[in-house]
């Protein structure tokens, strides 16, 4: 039954003289664009773990190929397959003997040295959605090979949401970013895909979305932009206001939803009222041949400023291939065209001046860069319109700094790519190596909203990659 409580306590005597319109104002976040912002509840020291690599990384920078790269024309290139199957492109050597990638990755190529290859990674999903969400969380999907479930709080927490959970951050930055937007694709029933927000965790948990192009020359954060009118003495007044309407919610009955907005309302005042976070999202500190070397476009600004964010205490930053109105890597068709105008250029260009700037900054060694997809593409070529389908049964993915081994390749595929024969690995097993390397043992639980402990993750970590 639910209890009642009389209006008498000071706080609610001085909320009842504030005007209606006052309140309303107070608590809408939505009007200093900050309704999606994240938030972080420490749940305690995570458990000491001696095997290789674990804790080596401080921060990860997750770069998603959404789409689905081929193995074949990235780094498992098989030039002797048959001609239905090896492609147009060439393999180039690099630095690691032994180790071709293809031609097209030309930056990429003489830093394979600093980066590690995964070349059996394998499951049975060949749907956008689901195999997105088992990719970013490492855990299967409530609706496992679907297009048609989109995201709800029945989903696995992102990683960087996990992450969140356990690491929370001091100083006002979000502990878990994600940018150019939450992918989706168009072809699919359910839209957006599953495995990028709080999940069972909640809203609070959601990753603080940057949108739009940081290469536009009137980009901006929505999230540190107040609106017309507010100054940052009315902002002073209005947290103060809201702290009098929680101080006499806190004696009611509270849902989670409640509870979530009170941590979005404390991060997003953190956000605004602090120049050092202002000025890590500020990528018009950057010199412009660092802008350049990144890439002039979407992909290569969105890298730069996950390097920014990365190096200013943020511990996970996701960055996923943006809305290109081309199927992004879904190449069903005009396969070979794509991948060389307009998808590896960009991807190459910002992946390997990433590597070089974290390098010289001395941030490589414990900042884990990932490259991957949610899947591959089948070894054989489409006639009609020189395409790859969906083929999640064998594809690769790129790991570099955190302890990773750079010029190791882990895991072996046949003589077209289409299955692994040596050390196959799931997405749970690389999600597994992720966390792994942030510090997360494999015995960590989280509660879901029923209070159910949740393993954080249950695949193996791949330590073999770790030096």
Request: proline share 9%; with cysteine.
């Amino acid at each position: 039954m639910r209890r009642s409580f009389p209006l008498t306590c000071p706080e609610f005597s001085q909320l009842s003289r504030v005007p209606r319109r006052d309140v309303l104002r107070a608590g809408s976040l939505g009007m200093l664009g900050l309704g999606g912002l994240a938030s972080q509840v420490s749940a305690g020291p995570v458990a000491v773990n001696g095997a290789p690599g674990f804790g080596r990384a401080k921060r990860c920078i997750f770069l998603f190929m959404w789409g689905g790269p081929s193995q074949l024309e990235t780094f498992d290139m098989k030039p002797d397959a048959p001609s239905e199957v090896r492609g147009e492109f060439d393999p180039v050597s690099t630095p690691v003997p032994g180790l071709h990638i293809c031609e097209h990755f030309t930056h990429l190529a003489p830093l394979m040295d600093k980066v590690a290859v995964v070349r059996s990674l394998t499951h049975d999903d060949p749907a956008h959605l689901s195999s997105g969400h088992t990719t970013l969380t490492g855990h299967l999907p409530p609706v496992n090979k679907s297009d048609a479930e989109p995201p709800s709080e029945k989903d696995t927490p992102h990683l960087g949401a996990m992450l969140s959970k356990l690491r929370p951050t001091t100083g006002g930055m979000p502990s878990f970013i994600t940018m150019p937007w939450k992918a989706l694709h168009p072809a699919a029933p359910g839209g957006q895909a599953p495995g990028q927000h709080g999940g069972w965790l909640g809203r609070s948990y959601d990753p603080l979305l940057l949108e739009g192009d940081p290469n536009a020359a009137d980009w901006k954060v929505p999230a540190l932009a107040l609106s017309d009118g507010v100054t940052a003495h009315r902002l002073d007044d209005r947290r103060h206001l809201l702290n009098v309407i929680d101080r006499q919610r806190q004696s009611l009955e509270r849902s989670p939803v409640s509870l979530d907005l009170d941590t979005q309302q404390q991060k997003a005042f953190g956000l605004l009222t602090s120049p050092d976070v202002r000025r890590a999202f500020d990528l018009q500190q950057e010199p412009d041949e660092v802008r350049d070397a990144y890439g002039r476009n979407i992909h290569g600004q969105c890298v730069l400023l996950a390097r920014r964010l990365a190096e200013h205490g943020v511990p996970f930053v996701s960055v996923n291939w943006h809305q290109d109105h081309k199927n992004f890597w879904d190449t069903h068709g005009n396969n070979f065209n794509r991948l060389k105008n307009d998808l590896i250029p960009p991807s190459d260009r910002a992946l390997a001046t990433l590597l070089t700037d974290l390098d010289q900054r001395g941030m490589l060694d414990d900042t884990l860069v990932v490259w991957v997809g949610e899947f591959g593409r089948r070894p054989q070529i489409t006639a009609n319109n020189a395409g790859r389908e969906h083929h999640p049964f064998c594809y690769n993915g790129l790991l570099a700094g955190g302890g990773i081994t750079g010029g190791a390749i882990y895991g072996k595929s046949n003589d077209i790519a289409s299955h692994p024969i040596e050390d196959p690995a799931s997405p749970h097993d690389l999600a597994a190596t992720i966390l792994h390397a942030l510090g997360v043992d494999g015995t960590t639980t989280l509660p879901d909203r029923s209070s159910r402990p949740r393993f954080v993750y249950d695949g193996k970590p791949i330590t073999e990659l770790f030096s």
